[in-house]
């Protein structure tokens, strides 16, 4: 079925096995009283002034909308779901109608069991709330056709057991159903082929016969000792990022996604008015008979450190930071263009009733003459209703993997009304 034909309820395997195991527990009877803990509606565009590639659009606009619904289930069981939609008026490869958290949670003494669509976030470094870097967090899957820059999660479909101690908190995670990464359509900005390429993203590839039913695990422990917090993890499973390989029709391209096995650690402390905060991994790549070509072990860190200007005569706080992001993959079509590239910025907070936050930086790669730069704005306009603003702009050299987004400058804005 072509991929522009209907609405695309992207979880609606993944939903299905969820409701399947949901179905199985042992909760027992009995009628159960829902809350609705938060609910909005969010209008949103994005906005790209400049000129793509003739067969690009000039920006999408959309209505996104989300409840999260709580209640108390017997014995010692809750739920907590969260259904998601999005209908855009220009592209409808970001239609979407999903659940972000399907969540039943079973609770005792220090014992948690998680059942169901999860988001998951061990990451500790800035630098994630700007690129699609997936180092430490390698449960989620990311929504590229909702947001470029990776920062809209799928939720995971999860077992999780958790036991927690005085300081330390032990998880391990069975992942039954592999989510596959949303892609761009064609006529979508910030596409890496500019609009010459489709991505059959319905027609992925695997390098294991299972393709996606291929049971997944992690392993994840954290203990926090006074002002260092340090968490070590493993994931047996696929790259969230995959490959891509030519598809079956010129002018398209398959996602191939690709076994491994990553270990790694995070740490973040605190030192008086500084935070230090890294992650950082080793991915085995597990061998495979395809006959594409798969990136070999490699590594991959995020560190940096950020400084908060204490002055008790204001109420806001003004923090710099700066951030090292490493890939041994490099920057061709094995690896990822932030191979090499150095985060900087600084970040503002009114501490107010406005709630408002400002965030400026620029991502400089070090092997290029190439940048992104970054801005968003936030602030609650009324108890009610808050605005949110996202300046994104590309400055890379013809040598740059980056170089298909030279004209792609974003504006993204956002009203989001939250109901009582």
Do not use: C
Request: no cysteine.
């Amino acid at each position: 079925m072509p991929r522009h034909s209907h609405l695309r309820f992207a979880s609606q395997r993944a939903g299905a096995a969820t409701l399947a195991l949901a179905i199985a527990l042992p909760l027992g009877a009995g009628a159960a009283d829902i809350s609705v803990t938060s609910a909005y509606l969010s209008p949103e565009i994005y906005w790209y002034p400049q000129n793509g590639a003739p067969i690009q659009d000039h920006g999408n606009a959309a209505l996104a909308g989300s409840a999260e619904l709580f209640t108390y289930l017997p014995h010692n069981w809750s739920l907590k779901a969260t259904p998601y939609g999005r209908m855009d008026f220009v592209d409808v490869n970001r239609h979407r109608v999903d659940f972000k958290e399907l969540d039943f949670e079973y609770f005792h003494d220090s014992h948690i069991v998680n059942i169901g669509l999860r988001h998951v976030s061990w990451s500790t470094v800035e630098a994630v709330n700007v690129l699609p870097l997936q180092v430490a967090d390698v449960i989620n899957q990311r929504d590229i056709a909702g947001d470029p820059a990776g920062q809209d999660k799928l939720g995971a479909p999860s077992i999780r057991y958790a036991y927690q101690a005085e300081s330390m908190q032990y998880e391990v995670y069975a992942l039954p159903w592999f989510r596959e990464r949303t892609l761009p359509s064609r006529e979508a900005r910030e596409n890496p082929t500019r609009g010459q390429l489709e991505f059959d993203e319905d027609d992925a590839l695997f390098t294991d016969d299972r393709d996606n039913h291929r049971l997944s695990y992690a392993l994840r422990v954290e203990k926090v000792t006074g002002e260092v917090n340090l968490a070590a993890f493993h994931y047996d499973g696929y790259r969230q990022d995959p490959l891509f390989v030519p598809g079956a029709e010129p002018g398209h391209l398959r996602p191939l996604y690709y076994k491994v096995r990553t270990t790694g650690f995070t740490v973040q402390g605190t030192a008086g008015s500084w935070l230090y905060k890294g992650e950082f991994a080793y991915n085995n790549t597990e061998e495979s008979s395809s006959r594409y070509t798969l990136p070999t072990d490699f590594f991959a860190a995020v560190a940096g450190a950020e400084y908060t200007f204490i002055r008790p005569e204001e109420q806001a706080d003004l923090s710099v930071f700066a951030e090292y992001i490493y890939d041994s993959r490099g920057d061709d079509s094995l690896g990822t263009p932030f191979d090499q590239d150095l985060f900087v910025g600084v970040r503002w907070a009114s501490n107010d009733y406005n709630d408002s936050t400002l965030i400026v930086g620029a991502i400089a790669d070090l092997n290029h003459s190439a940048a992104v730069y970054h801005l968003n704005f936030k602030r609650r306009l009324t108890p009610n209703i808050a605005m949110e603003l996202t300046l994104r702009g590309y400055d890379p050299d013809d040598s740059d993997p980056l170089y298909p987004l030279r004209d792609d400058q974003l504006i993204n804005a956002s009203f989001t009304y939250y109901f009582d």
